[in-house]
């Protein structure tokens, strides 16, 4: 199994009650996971590795300083907006998905570690209200498939933070032929985390280009 001491060898600076809520993780969705499957069997014992510090690798490459919200798509079990949640407490967290037992999850999870700072609701997307700073997704749909979607949730300087996996080149080329004013920077989590797992891990920011 994967300890807690994987998030602290990256992020070094936690105070300790974030260490607290961090170190909590794992038996809070072992608990949840044996009775609403939001987690892979297998993937539970990597929790700190595969979900925590995955979902925590938008704060090594993009700049949280001046967002006040942030929408979470596409949440499933919280990720990555609970470990961002906890990293950040001063930011607004509003994490979605259309599946109502999974947002019942990420509800119970934040609940028992006091995150008043994460909305869950369970909700289609367009019945999601509200602008948002950025908006995070973890392997959702194609990227011209899935702005569409979240794009009235947007302002000019707002930008989408999309973990994914892969070879994305004809994927961001799709993108960019149907939405010429945005700029997409593709990141190896790789270049970053030592670990064998980020190897094919990248993330995703896209924002307008500035006129």
């Known amino acids: 199994m994967v300890s807690s001491d994987i998030i602290f ?20 969705y072992s608990d949840w996971n044996s009775k609403i499957n939001v987690i892979s069997r297998k993937d539970i014992e990597e929790l700190y590795l595969k979900h925590v510090l995955h979902g925590m690798s ?11 919200k942030v929408l979470d798509f596409g949440t499933g079990g919280g990720f ?7 990293l950040f407490p001063e930011i607004e967290f509003h994490l979605v998905d259309s599946i109502a037992k999974k947002i019942k999850v990420v509800r119970e999870i ?18 999601i209200q509200g602008i948002y700073d950025k908006i995070t997704c973890r392997a959702v749909t194609r990227l ?19 973990l994914k996996g892969g070879d994305l080149s ?4 799709t993108f960019h032929d149907l939405n010429r004013g945005f700029k997409v920077t593709e ?8 670990e064998d797992f980020f190897d094919t891990k990248k993330l995703l920011i896209i924002k307008r280009k500035k006129k």
Do not use: C
């Open 110 to 127: 934040a609940s028992a570690l006091n995150l008043q700072n994460v909305k869950a609701e369970a909700v289609r997307v367009e019945k």
């Open 187 to 194: 990141h190896e989590l790789s270049s970053k985390f030592q």
């Open 144 to 162: 011209h498939e899935f702005y569409p979607w979240i794009a009235k949730n947007m302002r000019s300087d707002s930008e989408i933070l999309a």
């Open 170 to 173: 004809e994927e961001i080329k």
């Open 9 to 28: 060898k990256y992020f070094p600076s936690l105070t300790p009650e974030q260490k607290e809520k961090i170190n909590a993780l794992q038996e809070l």
């Open 58 to 68: 938008p704060a090594l490459f993009a700049d949280f300083e001046f967002s006040k």
């Open 80 to 86: 990555p907006g609970i470990p961002l949640a906890i």
